[in-house]
């Protein structure tokens, strides 16, 4: 044999030896049921070669390499029709087909967490949609100081060099029905000090009264067919109500259905 022969010889089993390199016995899991509790361990530790270990001892030894005349072929498992469409659901968080479409159109590709993602939308999901009609609660400060000289003693409340500190505090429960009524429970505190004269206790500025208001709309936003459908914040053209963010929520459970059945069928 001539030196390049012999050459040829040597990177052919240099390639073989690290093709197949050394394979560890680690046990066959498929399905939850047949793992034992540790198989996700077993499955991911590093494996340590041991070449004076027993090849054939129930450990993680590392076995001879393969060689084109093993005459143990590798094991293989019989699946059922069920065990299989059970493997391929429990393994496709993302619905493959098999016309690629994962590749050619990822954006398109269904997955199981569309219908998730489209209940839970901050702007076109039906928690959102609901939220319209939740009660709120605000709050506000509104506060000046004043240190004016008047033409008109009258302004000023009987001086003409008028200084005042006022504040107005309010605090404010809103909450709207589903016919589009508007209801508020608010309560203000008013703080007004200043040096006119005419005040009757000049060192007590703090007043205080609670309101109460109800609007209801009689055009746009009301009647509760119109708000469940476009809803009371609804832009004309663009529909945000809760019964068309529950429909949109129920074409999204069909299509991740459909592929489903699609994944099933290719399996």
Known sequence: MTL????????????AAMSFG????????????????????????????CLDCDVHA???????PHVLDDR??????????????????????????????VLRDPNAARTQFDPAIQETDPRFGVEAALSAFDASFATGMFWENNDRALNNIFEGGGTRLFQQDSGLYNFELRKRSAVGTQMALRHVLDYDYNNAPGNNVPNLPWGTWVEGEIRQPLWRGAGAEF??????????GVNTGVLVARVNTDIALAEFEGSVQELVSSV
């Open 227 to 236: 708000n469940r459908i476009a809803g009371p914040d609804g832009v004309p």
């Open 58 to 64: 129930e450990d993680y030894s590392a076995a001879p």
């Open 72 to 101: 143990h072929p590798p094991k293989f498992r019989d699946l059922s029709l069920e065990q299989a469409v059970e493997l391929a659901l429990a393994n496709s968080p993302v619905m493959r087909d098999l016309g690629g479409r």
């Open 4 to 15: 390049h022969g012999i050459l040829r010889v040597l990177s052919v089993a240099s390639l």
């Open 22 to 49: 050394c394979a560890a016995s680690k046990p066959d899991c498929y399905f939850l049921t047949d793992c034992p509790t540790d198989c996700h361990a077993s499955q991911l530790s590093v494996d340590e070669p």
